[in-house]
């Protein structure tokens, strides 16, 4: 998972994805 260099321009779309996988992390604890 290091392919995060590309998506500087989309703000919004970065932070659905850091909200996800926190989500995500969160889950599997």
Same mark, same amino acid.
């Given at each position: 998972m290091e392919e995060e *260099?590309?998506?500087e *321009? /989309? /703000?919004?779309g970065t932070?659905? &994805?850091v909200n996800v996988m926190? &989500? /995500?992390f969160t $889950? $599997?604890?």
């Open positions: *260099e590309e998506e *321009e /989309e /703000e919004g932070l659905l &994805t926190h &989500t /995500e $889950k $599997k604890r």
